[in-house]
């Protein structure tokens, strides 16, 4: 060291003093920079909790309420300008009043556990007049209540036989694809009582298992069981009616069910190339449409935005009013798009609204059908 200039010495001194003066100026920067992160991230009001977990509730025990309390942490006075909830089943409630800075308050959350047994998660916003907004959340699991027979079996289908059911929709089924679903039974009279089901409408793809006699104030079953052919050619929409028949007299009450013929998606084939059905609107309005007249609408496209080519299966609609000018069998290649046209004739409808629903069944995988809503008003 004793042979180095003292010039030098002096400069390699100043070089050290300044990277540490720039060192410690980052670090204050930094600082600076995290708290002024902290001031623009900290809410205006600070809740000691954001969530509260009821745990385990009865559903007949009543309601159960939270309050989540609250600091005005900021400089400012600050209002809560609305509470919403995301069910019927919450209710909040909280002052309009100005919360002066360092003041508590606030926000009492009551949730009503009837008929909603199961796990729950609610979610609360509190909006400020600051325009912030803070999401509170409740949750817990609600204890099912023992059921009355009423409850049990809704259905009252004569002479005391009642289900618990008299609808179930299957959702898709694919080629060689078969769904089950059970309808229980109760007899609650102190007779043997006979059932039948007697078909009004039919897929020919259901089939039905019914008990002929129940027991007195006994238990049973109706099985249903939808079964789709791998060979079939059959798509869309299977519906099947039927009428109950309790001791030889028909009910007013019918047993339906529902599901929708599609293609079967294989992952490890159909993963790599699949089409993918893009209507440019869902609904047509024709407006006001007078009787006897014939009127025309050609403003909604399908496109294929997918990478194999797409193929309409089935276009239904119930009305016999309405036209479409796509059809089965029509194929749309990767980026092709083309105009439906729908016409309505109003020669045989009656006046006031009219309603239809158009389902376009396709190939495509995560969308097999979409449905568009049209609707009218046949006027004079």
């Not at 930094?30 to 009001?45: D, M, R, W």
């Not at 325009?131 to 099912?144: A, D, F, Q, Y």
Request: charged share 25%; proline share 4%.
């Amino acid at each position: 060291m004793s042979n180095i200039p003292y010039y030098k010495i002096a400069i390699i001194v100043s070089v050290i003093q300044l990277f540490a003066v720039f060192g410690a100026l980052g670090n204050n920067i930094k600082a600076l920079a995290e708290v002024g992160t902290i001031a623009e991230t900290t809410p205006s009001l600070l809740f000691e909790e954001d969530s509260w977990d009821f745990g385990d509730i009865k559903e007949d025990g009543g309601e159960v309420a939270h309050s989540f309390v609250f600091t005005n942490t900021s400089a400012k006075p600050v209002v809560i300008l609305d509470v919403s909830a995301s069910c019927g089943c919450t209710s909040p409630y909280y002052s309009r009043k100005p919360i002066m800075p360092g003041a508590k308050g606030e926000v009492k959350v009551v949730f009503d556990p009837m008929n909603r047994p199961g796990n729950f998660s609610k979610g609360v916003v509190v909006a400020l007049s600051t325009k912030e907004r803070i999401t509170l959340t409740i949750r817990g699991n609600v204890l099912p209540r023992e059921l009355t027979i009423e409850e049990s079996y809704p259905f009252e289908v004569g002479d005391g036989v009642r289900l618990n059911s008299n609808f179930h929709a299957f959702s898709y089924l694919g080629r060689g694809e078969e769904a089950t679903e059970t309808i229980l039974v109760y007899n609650t009279s102190r007779k043997d009582a006979t059932l039948e089901l007697r078909p009004k409408q039919m897929s020919n793809m259901l089939q039905v298992e019914v008990p002929k006699i129940i027991k007195a104030q006994g238990f049973a079953a109706i099985k249903l069981r939808y079964v789709v052919p791998a060979a079939s050619k059959r798509y869309g929409l299977l519906d099947d009616v039927f009428n109950i028949v309790v001791n030889g007299k028909e009910s007013r009450t019918l047993l339906s069910t529902h599901a929708i013929a599609v293609d079967k998606y294989d992952p490890a084939i159909d993963d790599m190339s699949m089409p993918s059905c893009e209507l440019s609107k869902k609904i047509i309005k024709f407006g006001d449409v007078k009787h006897g007249s014939k009127v025309e609408d050609n403003t909604i496209e399908i496109e294929n935005i997918g990478n194999a080519e797409l193929i309409i299966r089935a276009v239904e609609w119930k009305s016999q009013a309405l036209g479409c000018s796509l059809r089965a069998g029509d194929r749309l290649a990767v980026g092709e798009k083309c105009k439906i046209t729908f016409t309505l004739d109003t020669s045989d409808s009656d006046y006031g609204v009219w309603l239809d629903r158009v389902s376009i069944i396709t190939n495509d995988a995560e969308r097999p059908m979409q449905t568009l809503r049209v609707t009218a008003v046949v006027v004079d």
